[in-house]
């Protein structure tokens, strides 16, 4: 046996495991404050709809690699069901349990599978290229810089705790393409980076699975039950949008005028990232539609310029395109939030609160810089971090490929 499935053998299951008792162990120990961890909750469909769209459907929605499908969803299940336990444990370190009137382990878990979207997110850049020692170290590093940007945000900025979770889009694109800068681009003669109709098709089987429950997810963090209906409806308005502009406007960038599925496939979920931060407060249904419409439209023009101009440009490879399909749908439903809250709270006040307005708009603006500079800066840091010796990069020659982890049949192989 070479000698790269010695080291991937000796060290990844080790890793796992120690990982695995550190959390058992802090769990044993128990967490304080908690009174009612197994307390009754009605909100058990929720999280069942979160935890189909974060394993099943970003697991599939990855698969888009001819070569690279059981790494895919195997590793997004791994780090999924491993960084949910580490999230659960850098919010009783860093935020506190019981922070809420809601000290419950269902609340915990539902905010826990938010934050580890952001590694998902991240994950879809560097697909293919890093190493599952290097993703369960990214897992971890990841969810303790979320943690401390959301920490910043609530704690010094004021911003209430729902929208500081939703920040998870902007921060796991972001973090992901510093990340990918880190990594050495695929050589010209590699075509294992390339899809297949198979894969494409259960590329977008994972999509359908993430649009379908994209409601669930952008209810589930804490609200009255009144905006949870709405955060709700909202963005199934803004989702269904967006997949409608999305067939429209793939249709019209393209030179033949045929539809191309890579581009409907990141622009039906925009509206759902664009809605995300604003979803519980928009009050009026044509103000989500648009958003869904403007969300679909910067993720597939988006592609265009950030493919052809940014990209080659800072010689940066995102394999899954997060960029556009999160990045920038979540910036556009930043500046969003910001104008929509300026406007709602002016037209209530008649205007004549401006210094609080102005302050409002500075705060929402400054998380937003705040987040996505973080992400950018512990984005690098980790990507310096992954390619030391001691955690076993993967050659170039080696990328995209499931058989440097799994056992594959020749059949797989072949095709």
């Known amino acids: 046996m070479p000698p790269r499935y010695l080291s991937f053998r000796c060290s990844v299951p080790w890793l796992i495991l120690l990982l695995q008792a550190l959390l058992l162990l802090r ?7 908690v009174s009612d961890t197994y307390s009754s909750s009605d909100s058990y469909p929720e999280f069942q709809d979160v935890n189909h769209m974060v394993i099943f459907g970003f697991g599939f929605f990855l698969m888009v690699l001819r070569r690279y499908g059981f790494s895919s969803t195997g590793f997004n299940f791994l780090l999924v069901v491993l960084g949910v336990q ?17 000290c419950s382990l269902w609340s915990h878990l539902a905010k826990a599978f938010v934050s580890v979207t952001a590694v998902v997110i991240s994950t879809g850049a560097v ?23 959301r920490y910043i945000n609530e704690t010094f900025l004021e911003v ?11 921060f796991g694109a972001y973090f992901g393409l510093a990340l990918a800068s880190c990594f050495p681009g695929a050589p010209p003669g590699l075509d294992k980076n390339r899809s297949t109709p198979k894969s ?3 590329s977008v089987l994972g999509t359908v699975f993430v649009w379908v429950f994209w409601p669930s997810f ?3 963090l804490p609200f009255l039950k009144a905006h949870k209906v709405r955060a709700v409806l909202n963005t199934y308005l803004a989702l269904a949008v967006s997949a409608v502009a999305a067939f429209m406007l793939s249709a019209l960038t393209s030179k033949d ?12 979920l925009a509206g759902g990232v664009t809605i995300s931060y604003s979803a519980e407060r928009i009050q009026h249904p044509w103000i989500a539609m648009i958003l869904g419409l403007l969300g679909s439209g910067i993720a597939i023009l988006g592609s265009h310029c950030v493919q052809r101009c940014f990209n080659p440009a800072l010689k940066l490879q995102d394999t899954s395109g997060v960029h556009f399909t999160f990045g920038l749908p979540a910036v556009l439903g930043a500046v969003a939030t910001v ?77």
């Open 160 to 170: 209430p705790e729902h929208l500081s979770g939703m920040h998870v889009f902007l």
């Open 339 to 415: 104008v929509h809250r300026v406007v709602e709270d002016g037209i209530d006040t008649r205007w004549n609160e401006l210094s609080r307005l102005g302050y409002d708009a500075f705060v929402y603006i400054g998380a937003f810089c705040q987040t996505i500079s973080i992400a950018l800066l512990t984005g690098v840091i980790t990507g310096l971090i992954l390619n030391i010796k001691l955690l076993k990069a993967v050659h170039v020659s080696k990328y995209f490929d499931d058989q440097f982890y799994w056992e594959v049949s020749l059949e797989i192989i072949s095709d």
């Open 257 to 268: 005028g045929k539809f191309r599925m890579a581009q409907i496939r990141s622009a039906v």
């Open 127 to 149: 697909l293919g290229r890093a190493s599952p020692v290097q993703l369960i170290v990214m897992t971890l590093v990841e969810l303790i810089s979320f943690y401390v940007s």
């Open 200 to 202: 494409e098709l259960f």
């Open 27 to 33: 769990s044993f120990l128990g967490f304080p404050g």
């Open 218 to 220: 952008n209810s589930i």
């Open 86 to 102: 580490c999230s659960v444990l850098a919010e009783d370190l860093l935020l506190g349990w019981c922070r809420t009137a809601d």
